[in-house]
C-alpha cells in the first residue's frame, strides 16, 4: 500500500520561513508534487521533483530525499496570501490497471499570522 | 475561461435522487479525473480517463457511475447516494495519464440529505 505522512496544521509568523515536511512509503515511486489550495478553492501546483534534491521557484522550494521518502516544502518571506492547505501527492504504479497516479497526503494547514 | 470548470458549484440531493456533475476542460489535456475530498481526509481517486476510456476505477460503489463522451468533457451521474457521499468531487485534467501535473476545478460540494 502506500502511505503520505505530513503534519495536520502550521503557524507561522509574516515574513518568516517555514518548512511543511512530508514522508511517504511506497513502491514504483515516480515523483512527487506539491500542491497548494486555499479555502473553498481548487488545488493548485506548486512543484515537482523527481530526483533527489532542491527545486527552486521564487519564493518556494521543495526537496526530495528518495531513499528516505522523505520531501519538505520550504515557504520563504511568508506573506498572508500564503494561509493555504499543501498537499503532498507522490506518483507511483497503481493498483488499479497499472498506470502512474497521484496519491495525496491529508494535507497541512498553514495559517500566517501577523 | 477558465482551465476547468465544474457544475453545479453545490447541489443539495435526497437519497432517492438522480443527479450529475458536469466537468468541462478547456486546455485540450488528455486524461480527465474525478477525485473526491471529504473532512479530514485525503483527496481520494475515484476514476480515471485516458483518450476517453476509463483507465481506473479505485473501487467505487456503482451509484457513482462516469461518463466521459469525449476529451473535454467528464460526467459524474449520481444515484440513490448515502449521506458519507456528502463531500467536495473535483475534476482534473492532464496533458496525458503519464503527466503528474494536475489542473482541478473548483469542485462541486455535494451534500446528501
Known amino acids: 500500500g502506500q502511505n503520505i505522512d505530513q503534519p495536520t496544521e502550521m503557524t507561522a509568523t509574516e515574513g518568516a520561513i517555514v518548512q511543511i515536511n512530508c514522508t511517504y512509503q511506497t513502491s514504483g515511486f515516480n515523483g512527487l508534487f506539491w500542491y497548494q489550495q486555499h479555502a473553498g478553492e481548487a488545488p493548485t501546483f506548486l512543484s515537482y521533483n523527481v530526483l533527489d534534491g532542491l527545486e527552486e521557484k521564487g519564493r518556494f522550494s521543495s526537496f526530495l530525499s528518495r531513499s528516505k521518502g522523505y520531501s519538505y516544502l520550504l515557504l520563504k518571506e511568508l506573506q498572508m496570501k500564503d494561509s493555504a492547505s499543501y498537499l503532498c501527492a507522490v506518483r507511483s504504479l497503481y493498483s488499479g490497471a497499472g498506470s502512474y497516479q497521484l496519491t495525496f497526503g491529508k494535507g497541512t494547514k498553514l495559517s500566517v499570522i501577523p | 475561461e477558465t482551465g476547468v470548470t465544474q457544475t453545479p458549484r453545490h447541489l443539495v440531493m435526497g437519497m432517492t435522487n438522480k443527479k450529475s456533475l458536469k466537468c468541462e476542460q478547456h486546455?485540450?489535456?488528455?486524461?480527465m479525473y474525478w477525485y473526491k475530498q471529504s473532512a479530514k481526509k485525503p483527496l481520494e481517486l475515484m476514476f480515471v480517463?485516458?483518450?476517453?476510456?476509463?483507465?481506473e476505477n479505485n473501487s467505487v460503489p456503482s451509484r457513482f457511475s462516469p461518463e466521459c463522451p469525449n476529451s473535454s468533457h467528464l460526467f459524474l451521474h449520481l444515484h440513490t447516494l448515502q449521506p458519507e457521499d456528502s463531500a467536495l468531487y473535483l475534476c482534473a485534467s492532464s496533458e496525458d495519464m503519464n503527466t503528474g501535473e494536475l489542473f482541478f476545478g473548483e469542485g462541486s460540494r455535494l451534500t446528501v440529505l
Open positions: 486546455l485540450g489535456h488528455n486524461a
Open positions: 480517463y485516458s483518450l476517453e476510456e476509463r483507465v
